[in-house]
């Protein structure tokens, strides 16, 4: 029998749980934590964790996964019990949730793309972080058994930058999981005091777009309406120039609420009109699909993964378009069209779950093409 299958008769995989590290999980680390239940809850493959080439107990990743935060996690491997966990087998099949952070360290490896903005669109970007992105890329996609994209098109994007990959990119596509407490918690609570108001969910940078909605501001549709912007994370760079031009009544229709943990983001969604996602690309789109899953429809931009996501539970605008993006606003605002497509919204997010999520990487560790 093969090391890969020598203690459960299960084909083994190993992931790297690096993102899990953190203590706040948004993003990346609640992809990770996403996937890592989906393949526990699938069932045939033996799991291994690992950090830095190092095997972490199943017992500490499933504590990490039972509090949502990587604090506990960390401090165990810092404070030394790390020093005592063996390395990981140079035979393992690996996958890493993200970008590499080393390359042919075992027999078979897998990473997973999740934002190719920094290569189609590096002028929305700093240097730093562009520099970041695509200083190894090319390295590690060449190192790939298999590539994993977010969406479609990431997907398409990567393959036409780096066309040899093509034979080798397969899709892996999240869903949403909110924890069960949310709901209970959610009862025991009044709602935010914010009146009516849609929200808007990303960092704020110029790729997400907010320009546009605060340009808008100034038209009637937005001017008129008695519906504010809520825009839900932290304070990216160029916000402060994008707000200095506004009115004080055109001040008024948009508040920031800066960082927020998942269960806040959770109350301002549910308690939502709709959701606007005005965003130039994205890799994926979640909060798209964690607006979906409670049944609020999207406003968003026709461009890159956000159909692929949002499909019929959506109205759609042009990007660069302040005009066409107000009549969208005027149109999604409609009482009757509201509840049209908040009755797609959650059908929409069903299509998206936790076996769809894990059978691709099952496959490819069973050599299914």
Request: proline share 6%.
């Amino acid at each position: 029998m093969s090391d890969a299958t020598q203690n459960s008769g299960l084909p083994k995989l190993t992931i790297d749980i690096g993102p899990l590290f953190e203590d706040q999980w948004t993003g990346i680390p609640v992809f990770t934590r996403r996937l890592v239940q989906a393949l526990l809850r699938d069932g045939s493959l033996d799991l291994e964790f690992a950090f830095r080439m190092t095997k972490i107990p199943r017992e500490s990743v499933v504590g990490a996964l039972r509090c949502g935060s990587g604090v506990l996690l960390r401090s165990e491997f810092e404070r030394g019990a790390g020093k005592s966990y063996p390395l990981i087998d140079p035979y393992a099949t690996l996958l890493f949730p993200s970008v590499k952070e080393c390359f042919n360290a075992t027999r078979r490896e897998a990473s997973t793309v999740h934002d190719v903005s920094t290569l189609v669109m590096a002028e929305n970007h700093v240097p730093e972080n562009v520099d970041h992105h695509m200083r190894n890329l090319a390295r590690e996609l060449a190192s790939d058994d298999v590539v994993f994209c977010v969406s479609e098109a990431s997907r398409a994007a990567l393959t036409v930058a780096y066309p040899s990959i093509a034979q080798k990119a397969r899709l892996l596509m999240q869903y949403v999981d909110w924890p069960a407490e949310f709901e209970t918690l959610e009862r025991n609570l009044s709602p935010p005091v914010l009146g009516r108001y849609a929200a808007v969910v990303g960092t704020i940078e110029p790729r997400k777009n907010l320009a546009l909605l605060l340009r808008a501001l100034a038209l009637p549709e937005i001017r008129d309406s008695d519906i504010r912007f809520v825009v839900i994370g932290k304070t990216g760079w160029k916000v402060e120039q994008f707000m200095a031009g506004l009115t004080p009544q055109e001040r008024e229709h948009i508040v920031f609420s800066g960082f927020v943990t998942e269960f806040m983001k959770y109350r301002l969604l549910r308690h939502a009109e709709f959701l606007v996602y005005p965003s130039i690309y994205e890799g994926f789109g979640i909060p798209a699909l964690e607006a979906m899953s409670l049944g609020k429809p999207v406003l968003c931009a026709m461009t890159s993964s956000l159909p692929e996501v949002v499909g019929d539970a959506g109205i759609y605008f042009d990007p660069l378009s302040a005009s066409e993006f107000a009549a969208a606003f005027a149109e999604i605002s409609d009482a009757g069209r509201l509840a049209e497509l908040s009755s797609k919204a959650r059908v929409g997010s069903n299509a998206f779950g936790w076996a769809r999520m894990a059978k691709p990487v099952v496959d490819w560790v069973k050599g299914i093409a």
